[in-house]
């Protein structure tokens, strides 16, 4: 069932990238290899997504790839993800002008 890839975390983590341990539910589906996403319940701007390493019993390890926002939190749910994606390219800062508006009067 989904619920087996969905936990939740009352441990005070600070945001940030290497290793993090969270206590949590205990028969979960999680497998080393594995790719999470922890987000704070409060505001999911403050994440971290990474690979499971370890998962027994209600001890869950993370090396933690990705993050987001700043702080530490102890309000946080983990769910299965996939792989990071590629990088795409790098924005300008304007958007492109792919349309040209034309006005039709009659």
């Known amino acids: 069932p989904a619920g087996n890839f969905r936990a939740t975390s009352a441990t005070g983590t600070p945001i940030g990238a290497g290793p993090r341990t969270f206590s949590t539910q205990s028969g979960k589906g999680f497998v080393a290899g594995d790719f999470v996403t922890i987000f704070s319940d409060a505001d999911n701007g403050n994440f971290m997504g990474g690979q499971v390493t370890a998962y027994g019993g209600t001890s869950l390890s993370v090396d ?13 749910t983990i769910r299965i993800s996939g792989p990071p994606g590629p990088a795409g390219p790098a924005r300008c800062g304007r958007f492109p002008r792919i349309f040209r508006v034309v006005v039709l009067r009659a």
């Open 64 to 76: 933690v790839t990705t993050t987001g926002g700043s702080g530490t939190f102890a309000d946080w």
